[in-house]
């Protein structure tokens, strides 16, 4: 059933055994429907969204926003997604209703918005950079900008469930992370112990999607196709997500060299990271082991032994990696891929949502979008 006043879609549960469920595997009982608003559903990852939260078993989407598009169905904008209804204008008092809202503007448009609807009562997962850095001079080094909200900025939980998965469930805001540090994160903080202090190097490849739906002389299919290329070759902004959560996790400062390229594919990320180990080389099924441990029980991490292609992950929210040790030169090196705009953006938004909610952690993620 669908109010087009409220421009949701409401999802009719049925009960089995006394749980609720929603075509999809029962959820804990007792537990009620969230609902859920997307601010800035036209982009890709607003897309993604739209498409994951719409077959969620325990959402209800209650308005998407559209600087571009209000007025129009959503099916008009993306003929692909099965939601009926449109577009609206963004308001606080249109958006309000919700438990949860997720951000999809850019850096810098997100935070005032993000504090508007943590005062009207809305848990927040925001898609933008605006809460990812904890120190607040970092944002004008960074991105340019000022940060207004450096109360939020301390409140903010790092959206990586692999790291912080206790404080994302009592969190107001959660800032998800950018789609290149995922990659490169979740490669490297099972050996964040064993590095020597030096540089890591991180040489990433994604697909065009992750510059965004907005085109550009660099990125429309004129440009891209048979063509492969490096860009932001030198303090590419991810860097300090990068910088930031790799430290932490190492308990000193890791300096990272980090280049990434664009693939003439649509969707992706390939990250091979290289690292020199303090204690030395180990071998290969050892470092695989260790990767293993590390990620044991993890619901989207595969550690797997050959070296894991882009199409493996095409659509889900799984990461996998491998690992490979270089007896020639000393280094280790970590191979890992996710689909760049479902964990490096929508699916990890979900996955931090049903976190915050006390739901199934892959509850609407079994499906590729």
């Known amino acids: 059933m669908y109010d087009i006043a409220r421009c949701c879609i409401v999802m009719q549960p049925s009960t089995e055994g006394g749980c609720m469920t929603y075509g999809g595997r029962p959820l804990p009982k007792g537990a009620r429907v969230i609902t859920a608003s997307i601010v800035g559903a036209t982009g890709y990852t607003g897309a993604v969204l739209t498409d994951i939260l719409a077959e969620h078993p325990g959402v209800r989407l209650h308005a998407l926003t559209s600087k571009s598009y209000a007025g129009r169905a959503v099916a008009e904008v993306f003929p692909h997604l099965r939601v009926e209804g449109g577009y609206t204008e963004y308001s606080d008092d249109k958006v309000a209703g919700s438990d949860v809202v997720f951000i999809c ?12 609807l943590l005062g009207r009562g809305c848990r927040v997962v925001d898609l933008s950079a605006d809460f990812r850095l904890k120190a607040p001079a970092a944002y004008l080094q960074w991105y340019g900008f000022e940060h207004p909200r450096p109360d939020l900025v301390a409140e903010a939980v790092y959206g990586l469930p692999e790291v912080y998965r206790e404080q994302i469930r009592t969190a107001r805001l959660v800032a998800n992370p950018g789609c290149y540090p995922t990659s ?22 994604s697909g065009v999607s992750g510059a965004g739906r907005t085109p550009s002389a660099k990125t429309h299919f004129c440009a891209v196709a048979g063509d492969f290329r490096a860009y932001s070759e030198v ?8 910088l930031q959560e790799l430290s932490s996790a190492a308990g000193m400062p890791v300096p990272v060299s980090f280049t990434p390229h664009l693939l003439p594919v649509e969707r992706g990320i390939l990250g091979t990271m290289y690292f020199k180990p303090k204690g030395g080389l ?6 695989l082991d260790k990767y293993r441990s590390f990620y044991a029980g993890e619901p989207f991490v595969e ?7 882009l199409s493996e992950v095409d659509g889900t929210n799984y990461c996998r ?38 739901l199934p952690e892959d509850a609407g993620l079994g499906r590729s979008v």
Request: aromatic letters at 4%; one cysteine or more; glycine letters at 10%.
């Open 105 to 116: 503007y850019p850096h810098a448009e997100s935070h005032p918005v993000v504090a508007a």
């Open 303 to 309: 550690v797997c032994a050959h070296v894991p292609a």
């Open 282 to 287: 180990l071998g290969t099924d050892a470092w």
């Open 184 to 205: 490169m994160l979740l490669g490297l903080l099972p050996a964040a112990g064993e590095l020597d202090g030096g540089p890591v190097i991180v040489d990433s490849k």
């Open 321 to 358: 990696m491998t690992v490979r040790e270089d007896a020639a030169t000393g280094l280790v090196k970590v191979f890992s891929v996710i689909d760049n705009l479902v964990k490096g953006a929508s699916g990890q938004a979900v996955q931090n949502m049903n976190i915050m909610f006390g």
């Open 235 to 242: 303090g590419h902004r991810h860097t300090s997500e990068m």
